[in-house]
């Protein structure tokens, strides 16, 4: 169509900060915030942490999921 202009919105977005949080991925079309996970340095559980980062990984992957929540995202969590 002549003389009109599309605008098509990205499929995702990289870094996406919520509540002053950076999600790796926002899948814009799902409404969904995407986290990759290294096992190693992403424990699931307190007792999985060894190291000082881990823990605080885990209370920082915690407050995650309450932001998406919050904020009406769904939130997917992808272990590598």
């Known amino acids: 169509v002549t003389g009109v202009q599309t605008c098509a919105l990205p499929i995702y977005i ?3 900060k919520v509540d002053g949080k950076f999600f790796d991925f926002y899948l814009v079309a ?3 915030l995407v986290e990759i996970d290294g096992e190693f340095y992403h424990p699931e559980t307190l007792d999985e942490c060894r190291c000082d980062f881990q ?3 885990y209370f920082n992957d915690i407050k995650k999921n ?4 919050n904020n009406g995202y769904k939130l997917q969590r992808i272990r590598v």
């Open 55 to 57: 823990e605080r990984n």
């Open 30 to 32: 799902e409404n969904k």
């Open 14 to 16: 990289s870094e996406y």
């Open 66 to 69: 309450e932001i998406a929540k």
